[in-house]
């Protein structure tokens, strides 16, 4: 199946700094990519959809200037968590459609931990 | 709009016994289901995925669910338990083509010795 590599797997960083997530399709182009939170113990939760050329549409109570994102080729967006704080801690996920399939690919997950 | 609902966050069965993980959705169109499963700081890997072909779906790992539009459930089940089953197994449905999915709130299965 297609592969969507996420980097880097653990990051932790300060308070007030800026963590950038990547997401790569490594076999195939999306022009669509999807970021979701995950805190523990519970469900992905859907924080924006990410369109190759174009801004990111964000999911309702998610700030925009505080998860930028950027998709600037067909095979890569990232997620930058900008001043991060110890509540930006959590599991982030991406996933990318693969042309026709129905089914949409996952990365292997950021565990962010501001400290 | 488009819901999942998983019954039952936490599931115990001892080696060898059936699992029974519950999930029916809310879509005003036919949908497109999926199961995945996630073991411990790692992503989500498809089990299995129902897209209006065969109501009985076999996935990996001996996994398997049905489709019942009836009863707006799509319940994943494997004859018998495995130590290995042990993680955390969240149910998906597909909103319109943008590949976009909505998560139930996931079910953790513990695999008893």
């Known amino acids: 199946g297609a592969v969507v590599s996420q980097h880097p797997s653990r990051v932790i960083c300060k308070s007030g700094t800026s963590v950038k997530i990547e997401c790569r399709s490594l076999d195939f182009q999306a022009t669509t990519m999807f970021w979701y939170r995950q805190f523990p113990k519970q469900s992905l939760m859907l924080m924006a959809t990410s369109n190759e050329g174009s801004k990111a549409t964000y999911e309702q109570g998610v700030e925009k200037d505080k998860f930028l994102i950027n998709h600037a080729s067909l095979t890569l967006s990232t997620l930058t968590v900008t001043s991060a704080h110890p509540e930006d801690s959590s599991f982030y996920i991406c996933?990318?459609?693969?042309?026709?399939?129905?089914?949409?690919?996952f990365g292997q997950g950021t565990r962010l931990t501001v400290v | 709009a488009q819901s999942v609902t998983q019954l039952g966050s936490h599931v115990s069965v001892s080696e060898g016994a059936l699992v029974l993980l519950r999930c029916n959705y809310s879509s005003s169109v036919p949908p497109y289901l999926f199961w995945y499963v996630q073991y411990p700081n790692q992503g989500l890997q498809l089990l299995l995925k129902y897209t209006s072909a065969a109501t009985l779906v076999k996935g990996i790992n001996g996994f398997e669910a049905e489709f019942k539009k009836s009863e707006t459930s799509f319940h994943l089940t494997k004859p018998s338990a495995h130590m290995s089953d042990a993680a955390e197994y969240f149910c998906?449905?597909?909103?319109?083509?943008?590949?976009?999915?909505?998560f139930g709130q996931g079910t953790t299965l513990q695999v008893k010795p």
């Open positions: 998906a449905v597909r909103t319109s083509n943008t590949g976009k999915l909505i």
């Open positions: 996933s990318a459609p693969h042309g026709s399939s129905t089914e949409a690919f």
